[in-house]
């Protein structure tokens, strides 16, 4: 237990006691009086019974005494907090309407509802991803920034959902995160309070053999090792649709087993939405980190409502025993 103000404490504790050897000093000169006038021992027994209001008081001003100086107790809280990347797939495959009003449209309305669910406490950043990772919002806990970069994205270009990994990790750990040697994963050191969710169909034509980008199964690791969580979201029908690229017409559908694969290997988990109705859900179906920290728990009002219910004690036993108040 801790104390605000422990002079306010020593003040009040220094007025009880002396209280207690006044009362002390009036009980024996009274004892004295009684003896001398040949009381007998029944009566003084009756007399010391009177003091017990006396001492209900006493131990009152002492409690309340340390009320005022501010006690409080540390407690341990836990809370969400942390770091949160929203990696959004922007690719061409995203403007398909097989999710109404787009992909991309559905995606960008369900990270603005989890970043409004959000406490102020947990970072929010965003990385637009198409080939290779684009960085748009740092992590901020100015969550209206972020929504504002999420507002802004548009589809256009190819997907590396690998290479969106590792941008995410950069805004995370604030450097530039690459493959080590043979596709090996860098120490980027341990980071178990950060999360990334990736709201994607799964495509990933420039992570695949001969597309140029980073393997997700190489980024994963990475991830992984890091500690850091990547919860997928599958944007997309499985039917699937056609798409205008670039003058082609291209048939597009989701990809749940790559964004399962993802989730797995990171310790996160997978969420289908098939229809903007799931999307919507999606704020309340992950989980983020918790951060257990102390916090300070004030102790006052309880000792306040413990002292008057002793100065209450020790004025009934004092009329009671007296007729008296005081």
């Not at 990475?222 to 048939?251: M, N, R």
Request: glycine residues 12%; contains cysteine.
């Amino acid at each position: 237990m801790s104390l605000a103000d422990p002079v306010l404490l020593a003040v009040g504790l220094l007025v009880a006691v002396a209280l207690a050897l006044a009362a002390v000093a009036v009980a024996r000169r009274r004892s004295a009086a009684l003896a001398a006038a040949g009381v007998a021992p029944a009566r003084r027994d009756r007399g010391r019974g009177r003091t017990a209001g006396v001492w209900c008081t006493i131990a009152g001003i002492a409690v309340l005494a340390i009320a005022f100086a501010g006690p409080a107790a540390s407690v341990p809280v836990s809370h969400a907090s942390g770091t949160v990347i929203l990696a959004m797939d922007v690719s061409g495959s995203m403007s398909a309407t097989d999710v109404a009003p787009s992909r991309l449209d559905a995606a960008k309305q369900a990270a603005v509802s989890f970043i409004n669910a959000q406490p102020p406490s947990v970072d929010i950043g965003v990385v637009a991803f198409q080939q290779g990772g684009l960085e748009a919002a740092l992590p901020t806990a100015d969550h209206s920034t972020v929504t504002a970069a999420i507002r802004r994205l548009a589809p256009g270009g190819g997907t590396s959902l690998g290479d969106a990994i590792l941008a995410s990790l950069s805004a995370i750990t604030h450097k530039t995160v690459v493959l080590g040697p043979g596709g090996s994963a860098p120490a980027i050191g341990y980071w178990p309070s950060a999360t990334i969710v990736l709201f994607s169909d799964g495509q990933d034509g420039a992570g695949a053999a001969g597309g140029g980008g980073t393997s997700t199964a190489a980024a994963a690791a990475v991830a992984q090792k890091a500690g850091v969580h990547v919860d997928t979201v599958g944007v997309g029908t499985a039917a699937g649709t056609t798409v205008d690229v670039d003058g082609y017409h291209l048939f597009t559908a989701l990809d749940p087993a790559t964004l399962k694969s993802i989730s797995q290997a990171t310790g996160g988990a997978y969420h289908p939405a098939s229809d903007a109705s799931q999307l919507n859900g999606i704020a309340s179906s992950i989980n983020l980190r918790l951060t257990v920290t102390n916090q300070p728990m004030p102790l006052a009002g309880a000792f306040i409502a413990l002292a008057l219910a002793l100065l209450v004690a020790g004025a009934v036993l004092t009329v009671a025993r007296t007729g008296r108040v005081v």
